[in-house]
């Protein structure tokens, strides 16, 4: 990935987030992705097959809400690859790069939350005879709730010219 997409992605986490970076630290940033990018030998031919890892997958996410819950995952992403690498707190850059993925993190902590709730749904064993019977049972008002429309509990207001009783 070039740091173009790095500089991206932690672009789209601060704006998504409500945090934004100021001036010289994104250039700070910037420089130590370059750095990055060099330690990693990012500009190999290989890096380019098979398209994007995150960028891609960002763009069918369209509501606000809903980046908040992808980028977390791909924050975590990040912090999981620094953490493998043990590189963490070897090279100052490295270790700029991974206090700003941490503080971007913070901020999305209840959006990885709801995708660790998404995770843990798909993996719900719905051949157990149990699960099946809970999921009977709450089948209704789950339906409810997708069905659910604010215009139908709003009650319209009847004219007042069927309120007044006809004096013949």
Not at 31 to 37: F, M, N, R, V
Not at 51 to 64: A, H, N, P, Y
Not at 136 to 145: A, G, H
Request: proline letters at 3%; hydrophobic letters at 35%; one cysteine or more.
């Amino acid at each position: 990935m070039t740091p173009q997409i790095y500089l991206f992605i932690l672009l789209s986490i601060s704006c998504f987030s409500g945090c934004f970076f100021c001036q010289p630290i994104l250039l700070k940033i910037e420089e130590d992705i370059e750095k990055l990018k060099a330690d990693f030998n990012s500009n190999q031919s290989d890096v380019a097959d098979g398209g994007s890892i995150f960028t891609e997958r960002l763009k069918s996410w369209t509501e606000t809400t809903e980046k908040k819950l992808i980028l977390s995952q791909i924050i975590s992403m990040y912090l999981k690859m620094f953490e493998n690498n043990g590189s963490a707190t070897s090279k100052l850059h490295v270790k700029n790069i991974h206090n700003a993925l941490v503080t971007l993190n913070s901020s999305l902590t209840e959006s990885f939350k709801k995708v660790n709730q998404l995770m843990d749904l798909a993996k719900l064993p719905m051949n157990d005879l149990k699960n099946q019977r809970k999921a009977v049972n709450e089948l209704f008002p789950t339906l409810q709730k997708l069905l659910d429309h604010p215009t139908t509990h709003v009650k319209r207001k009847r004219s007042q010219s069927q309120k007044r009783k006809c004096r013949c």
